[in-house]
């Protein structure tokens, strides 16, 4: 029983996060702003601040309730919000007046992506396998 409540309690967040990024998303168009590029600048930031934030609730729940390695669950997380950022795009494109943007998608994976270059300096002890990983993948 504890550990089924270990698990929800690190693992509910980041799919109540997408669900909201869902909801988000099946509006026709959220425009903040009349003056063309304060609202793009506005939805992009919203973009990568959502992404952002569901990287680090992937990766709080791979790093709670799981032996991975941190560099491993570093790229997981990364993988799975960008694998998220994708869906999300395709679900708008059944949106009226919405469609999915490849932009977006990069949008998001750089939040998710500055994401885990934050949890990289936050953790300075596995910054050197991370590293290492990165060099492997030809990431860096």
């Known amino acids: 029983m504890e550990k089924i409540k270990k698990i929800l309690n690190f693992w509910l967040p980041p799919f109540l996060w997408m669900g909201l990024i869902f909801f988000l998303s099946s509006f026709h168009k959220l425009q903040v702003s009349s003056i063309g590029w304060q609202d793009f600048i506005t ?43 994708t869906t999300d795009e395709f679900h708008q494109t059944f949106i009226n007046g919405r469609t999915g943007r490849i932009f977006d998608i990069g949008v998001d994976f750089f939040g998710g992506f500055l994401g885990s270059l934050t949890v990289n300096q936050l953790l300075p002890k596995s910054s050197d396998e991370i590293k290492k990983l990165f060099k492997k993948l030809k990431v860096l």
Not at 49 to 68: D, P, Q, V
């Open 43 to 85: 939805r992009k930031t919203a973009h990568f601040l959502e992404y952002y934030i569901l990287f680090f609730l992937f990766y709080r729940a791979f790093k709670n309730t799981s032996k991975i390695p941190s560099p491993k669950i570093l790229f997981l997380s990364l993988i799975l919000t960008l694998l998220y950022s």
